[in-house]
């Protein structure tokens, strides 16, 4: 497989126009932004190949020995994918821990190893603002969350090779008025938006300052996405034209490392979730593929949660075969050709299953069923969706797997707080009908569930081997 590269050059990922700012020792940036680590910290490090080694390796596997802590991963689908192609490691996005899960399941297989190695990661724009472990990823409790706004970790995800990426036509607020205050300096936003600042920023008030704006009091508004006609006439037109340079720059630079062979790690589908709802794939690989001399072909990787069971929930990690990406094909022709590739074999689970059964119990307005019949319920349903040609995890075929999966899935609603009295499941409409999102960041596991087996069976199947 190609994409093997000394790691002296992993280093070399930088994207234009993402310098940190100067600085010895400074915790705050030249904007005022929060740094852990300074620009010229980060780049002397990043000379040391001991440092290098440390950072992917050490860091690399314990994240994956904690990750395996938390979650059950089991792998499937193909164990040494090969390829002629520049190779692209494209995944489906559902939850933060993603990444994490990706790297534990990688690290289990020793073919994709050496690919981890010399890859470049493409990240949201948003891991890379000062401010987002607080402001997006843990919002609870209040106090972390006080604490993590304050860091910014862009620095350690540029040693692992990330590459910041922006969408086509918005920006998250945090993103737009860093950018404001690094080239206008501490303005009014008065001078800013076309309305009141009030209007992005809830309790602002009128006179309030850029700096002033970024603050912790506003975080929930900051991580939210605007498009650029917020803003006055001239500064839309400017950062437009800024934007679009920077587009253009991203494309180009991801271009050129993967026609020299880097292997490329993408999300082609862009945030994660909070719902269940899968987003839609987005066209920037298709940019990327089109700029590129060289031929790429695209390693599908899908990750499904089971998370109704007791203890550690089981993540189903599926590497596909590799797929050519053709150039010149017509954009929505590549986004689905890409969406079929990475959502076309997502397996089923039982705890799809329990949800779309349990809530149209909820919806009849029921509050107990018989766990007999509700097994019974699950197993025909299963046997249906496999005469279908679906993937379901359990075999419904293997009664044995089938009945200890079922009896964990009784377990888990134990846990939360159903009760199993005389062999019957007595269970909270209300909750099951929660649409929420909760403290997590997530919807309850019951409406995120239902949700993943609707998008599912509106996929067509892939062909993962």
């Known amino acids: 497989m190609q994409g093997s590269q000394s790691d002296s050059q992993h280093d070399e990922v930088s994207l234009p126009g993402n310098a940190m700012p100067d600085g010895v020792t400074c915790i705050r940036g030249e904007d005022g932004s929060p740094q852990l680590i300074n620009a010229k910290v980060a780049a002397y490090l990043a000379t040391l190949s001991w440092f290098r080694k440390f950072y992917r390796r050490r860091v690399g596997y314990g994240i994956a020995r904690g990750i395996r802590k938390r979650f059950d991963i089991r792998l499937r689908g193909v164990t040494n994918p090969t390829t002629t192609a520049i190779p692209i490691l494209a995944l489906n996005h559902w939850t933060d821990d993603d990444p994490a899960v990706l790297l534990a399941a990688c690290l289990a297989m020793p073919s994709l190893v050496p690919l981890l190695r010399c890859s470049i990661h493409i990240m949201g724009e948003h891991t890379f603002q000062p401010g987002f472990m607080g402001g997006y990823v843990h919002k609870e409790p209040r106090w972390l969350s006080y604490l993590l706004f304050q860091t910014n970790i862009s620095p350690f995800l540029r040693f692992s090779g990330g590459i910041s990426v922006a969408y086509a036509r918005t920006r998250l607020l945090t993103a737009h008025l860093h950018e404001i205050l690094a080239h206008h300096g501490n303005i009014s936003l008065k001078e800013v ?67 020299k062979g880097r292997v490329m790690l993408i999300a082609p589908q862009g945030l994660i979730t909070r719902t269940g709802v899968p987003n839609h794939v987005r066209s920037g690989l298709h940019q990327i593929v089109n700029t590129m001399h060289e031929r ?21 990690v599926t590497i596909g075969k590799p797929k050519e990406l053709p150039r010149d094909m017509p954009r929505d022709e590549f986004v689905n050709l890409t969406r079929r590739a990475i ?47 679906y993937t379901l995890i359990p075999d419904p075929s293997d009664a044995s797997a089938f009945d200890g999966r079922f009896a964990q899935l009784l377990a888990y609603c134990k846990e939360k707080k159903f009760r199993v009295e005389n062999d019957t499941l007595h269970i909270d409409p209300a909750v099951i009908l929660d649409e929420k999102i909760h403290r997590s960041g997530y919807a309850r596991s019951w409406f995120y569930c239902y949700n993943e087996i609707q998008a599912r069976l509106m996929q067509d199947h892939g062909d993962f081997g």
């Open 296 to 316: 790429a072909e695209i390693v599908p990787i899908n990750i499904t949660y089971d998370p109704m069971m007791p203890n550690r929930p089981e993540v189903h």
């Open 193 to 259: 938006f076309k309305e009141s600042p009030e209007t992005y920023l809830p309790g602002a008030p009128a006179g309030i300052h850029v700096r002033d704006a970024l603050k912790f009091r506003y975080r929930d508004a900051l991580y939210v996405q605007h498009e650029f006609s917020i803003f006055n006439e001239s500064l839309e037109a400017e950062l437009w034209a800024r934007h679009q340079q920077r587009i253009r720059d991203f494309v180009t630079h991801v271009a050129a490392l993967a026609d």
């Open 343 to 389: 959502l076309g074999d997502a397996p089923i689970t039982m705890s799809q299953l329990a949800a779309e059964a349990l809530r149209a119990m909820a919806l009849r307005e029921e509050s107990k069923v018989r766990v007999a019949a509700l097994k019974e319920q699950l197993l025909m349903r299963s046997l249906a969706l496999k005469e279908s040609g």
